[in-house]
Protein backbone atom coordinates (compact mmCIF):
# COMPACT_ATOMS: atom_id res chain seq x y z
CA UNK A 1 0.00 0.00 0.00
CA UNK A 2 1.82 3.42 -0.86
CA UNK A 3 0.56 6.72 0.41
CA UNK A 4 1.62 10.28 -0.44
CA UNK A 5 1.74 12.73 1.85
CA UNK A 6 0.55 16.18 0.40
CA UNK A 7 3.14 18.39 -1.16
CA UNK A 8 6.02 16.01 -1.14
CA UNK A 9 7.72 14.10 -3.54
CA UNK A 10 8.08 11.23 -1.29
CA UNK A 11 6.53 8.16 -0.96
CA UNK A 12 5.71 5.54 1.79
CA UNK A 13 5.50 1.69 1.32
CA UNK A 14 4.27 -0.50 4.34
CA UNK A 15 6.31 1.86 6.36
CA UNK A 16 9.51 1.70 4.55
CA UNK A 17 10.12 5.00 3.22
CA UNK A 18 11.20 5.20 -0.80
CA UNK A 19 12.75 8.13 -1.90
CA UNK A 20 11.05 9.18 -4.87
CA UNK A 21 12.21 12.11 -7.37
CA UNK A 22 10.32 13.47 -10.12
CA UNK A 23 12.84 15.43 -11.79
CA UNK A 24 14.46 12.47 -11.62
CA UNK A 25 12.33 10.41 -13.62
CA UNK A 26 10.99 13.36 -15.98
CA UNK A 27 14.50 13.24 -17.38
CA UNK A 28 14.56 9.98 -18.11
CA UNK A 29 11.23 10.24 -20.14
CA UNK A 30 12.32 10.30 -23.89
CA UNK A 31 11.45 13.84 -25.34
CA UNK A 32 8.50 14.26 -27.39
CA UNK A 33 5.71 16.57 -27.62
CA UNK A 34 5.65 19.51 -25.80
CA UNK A 35 8.65 18.15 -23.49
CA UNK A 36 12.32 20.52 -23.68
CA UNK A 37 15.61 19.64 -22.71
CA UNK A 38 16.54 20.86 -19.59
CA UNK A 39 18.90 23.54 -19.55
CA UNK A 40 19.33 23.60 -15.88
CA UNK A 41 22.75 25.11 -14.37
CA UNK A 42 23.97 21.57 -14.04
CA UNK A 43 23.30 20.64 -17.37
CA UNK A 44 26.04 19.65 -20.26
CA UNK A 45 24.21 21.90 -22.75
CA UNK A 46 24.18 25.06 -20.55
CA UNK A 47 28.00 24.18 -20.01
CA UNK A 48 28.57 24.75 -23.75
CA UNK A 49 29.30 28.57 -24.30
CA UNK A 50 31.73 28.46 -21.49
CA UNK A 51 33.72 25.85 -22.98
CA UNK A 52 33.88 27.61 -25.98
CA UNK A 53 34.74 30.53 -24.09
CA UNK A 54 38.03 28.77 -22.17
CA UNK A 55 38.80 27.62 -25.75
CA UNK A 56 38.76 30.99 -26.99
CA UNK A 57 40.44 32.79 -24.29
CA UNK A 58 43.44 29.63 -24.07
CA UNK A 59 44.13 30.00 -27.66
CA UNK A 60 46.41 32.96 -27.18
CA UNK A 61 48.23 31.48 -23.87
CA UNK A 62 49.89 29.21 -26.09
CA UNK A 63 52.04 32.68 -27.75
CA UNK A 64 53.96 32.61 -24.31
CA UNK A 65 54.49 28.94 -24.15
CA UNK A 66 56.92 29.59 -27.53
CA UNK A 67 58.32 32.76 -26.30
CA UNK A 68 59.57 30.96 -23.07
CA UNK A 69 60.95 28.14 -25.16
CA UNK A 70 62.42 31.19 -27.08
CA UNK A 71 63.88 32.72 -24.20
CA UNK A 72 65.25 29.39 -22.69
CA UNK A 73 67.09 28.37 -25.51
CA UNK A 74 68.49 31.88 -25.80
CA UNK A 75 69.45 31.67 -22.69
CA UNK A 76 71.58 28.33 -22.85
CA UNK A 77 73.19 29.28 -26.11
CA UNK A 78 74.45 32.65 -24.27
CA UNK A 79 75.32 31.11 -21.31
CA UNK A 80 77.06 27.97 -23.11
CA UNK A 81 79.21 30.37 -25.48
CA UNK A 82 80.01 32.48 -22.53
CA UNK A 83 81.69 29.75 -20.95
CA UNK A 84 83.36 29.02 -24.27
CA UNK A 85 84.57 32.13 -24.74
CA UNK A 86 85.67 32.94 -21.16
CA UNK A 87 87.97 29.37 -21.09
CA UNK A 88 89.62 30.27 -24.22
CA UNK A 89 87.73 27.09 -26.34
CA UNK A 90 87.38 29.31 -29.23
CA UNK A 91 86.83 25.79 -31.48
CA UNK A 92 84.02 25.36 -29.19
CA UNK A 93 82.80 28.97 -29.53
CA UNK A 94 83.21 28.69 -33.80
CA UNK A 95 80.64 25.96 -33.15
CA UNK A 96 78.40 28.68 -32.17
CA UNK A 97 78.41 30.38 -35.97
CA UNK A 98 76.26 29.61 -38.23
CA UNK A 99 77.61 26.59 -40.48
CA UNK A 100 76.08 28.18 -43.98
CA UNK A 101 78.00 31.43 -42.55
CA UNK A 102 80.97 31.11 -44.99
CA UNK A 103 83.37 33.25 -43.04
CA UNK A 104 86.76 31.73 -42.89
CA UNK A 105 88.07 31.67 -39.04
CA UNK A 106 91.65 31.13 -38.34
CA UNK A 107 91.90 29.67 -35.03
CA UNK A 108 95.68 29.80 -35.12
CA UNK A 109 95.53 33.24 -34.32
CA UNK A 110 93.40 32.90 -31.35
CA UNK A 111 96.09 31.07 -29.96
CA UNK A 112 97.93 33.98 -28.70
CA UNK A 113 94.63 35.00 -26.48
CA UNK A 114 94.01 34.53 -23.05
CA UNK A 115 90.83 35.42 -22.25
CA UNK A 116 90.75 36.89 -18.85
CA UNK A 117 87.38 38.36 -18.37
CA UNK A 118 83.62 38.25 -19.64
CA UNK A 119 81.07 40.37 -18.39
CA UNK A 120 77.38 40.73 -19.68
CA UNK A 121 76.82 45.06 -20.55
CA UNK A 122 73.76 44.47 -21.87
CA UNK A 123 71.57 41.02 -21.84
CA UNK A 124 70.49 39.58 -25.29
CA UNK A 125 67.40 40.90 -25.54
CA UNK A 126 64.63 38.94 -28.91
CA UNK A 127 63.06 41.29 -31.07
CA UNK A 128 60.45 40.40 -33.17
CA UNK A 129 62.42 39.28 -35.96
CA UNK A 130 63.62 36.39 -33.99
CA UNK A 131 66.98 38.36 -33.66
CA UNK A 132 68.82 39.00 -30.35
CA UNK A 133 71.26 41.82 -29.54
CA UNK A 134 74.03 41.45 -26.61
CA UNK A 135 77.02 43.33 -25.61
CA UNK A 136 79.28 42.04 -23.65
CA UNK A 137 83.03 43.25 -22.32
CA UNK A 138 85.83 41.00 -22.68
CA UNK A 139 89.18 41.45 -20.79
CA UNK A 140 92.43 39.69 -22.47
CA UNK A 141 95.97 39.20 -22.43
CA UNK A 142 98.14 39.18 -25.57
CA UNK A 143 100.35 36.25 -24.34
CA UNK A 144 103.34 37.11 -26.52
CA UNK A 145 103.21 40.47 -24.75
CA UNK A 146 101.72 39.99 -21.74
CA UNK A 147 99.43 42.85 -21.86
CA UNK A 148 96.15 42.81 -20.62
CA UNK A 149 93.89 44.61 -23.39
CA UNK A 150 89.76 45.04 -23.34
CA UNK A 151 87.14 45.26 -26.10
CA UNK A 152 83.13 45.39 -26.58
CA UNK A 153 81.90 42.93 -28.47
CA UNK A 154 78.25 43.28 -29.66
CA UNK A 155 76.70 39.88 -30.45
CA UNK A 156 73.65 39.38 -32.93
CA UNK A 157 72.19 36.19 -32.45
CA UNK A 158 68.91 35.06 -35.10
CA UNK A 159 66.51 31.91 -34.32
CA UNK A 160 66.28 29.48 -37.03
CA UNK A 161 63.40 28.11 -36.51
CA UNK A 162 63.97 24.61 -38.21
CA UNK A 163 66.84 23.57 -36.00
CA UNK A 164 64.99 26.02 -32.87
CA UNK A 165 69.08 26.93 -31.99
CA UNK A 166 70.10 30.37 -31.97
CA UNK A 167 73.00 31.20 -34.27
CA UNK A 168 76.20 33.81 -33.84
CA UNK A 169 76.02 35.79 -36.93
CA UNK A 170 78.30 38.36 -35.76
CA UNK A 171 81.39 36.22 -35.60
CA UNK A 172 83.72 35.33 -32.95
CA UNK A 173 85.18 38.22 -31.06
CA UNK A 174 87.75 40.39 -32.93
CA UNK A 175 90.74 40.60 -30.59
CA UNK A 176 93.35 43.08 -32.04
CA UNK A 177 96.84 43.17 -31.06
CA UNK A 178 97.84 47.06 -30.77
CA UNK A 179 100.50 48.51 -32.52
CA UNK A 180 104.20 48.04 -31.65
CA UNK A 181 104.21 52.22 -31.39
CA UNK A 182 101.69 52.34 -29.07
CA UNK A 183 103.09 52.52 -25.80
CA UNK A 184 100.66 53.25 -22.90
Known sequence: MITQRTGSARHWQRGTEVAYDREVDERRRPLGRGRRPDCGADSPIALWPWLALLIVLAGPGCGPVKDDAKRNALDNTLRSYRQAIRWGQFPAAAGFIRPDGGAEIDLRSLS?????????????????????????????????????????????????????????????????????????
Open 112 to 184: NIRVTGYEVIQQGVIGPDDSAVQLVQIDYVLEDRQRLEQLIDRQLWRYDEQSGAWWLESGLPRFVAPDASDTR
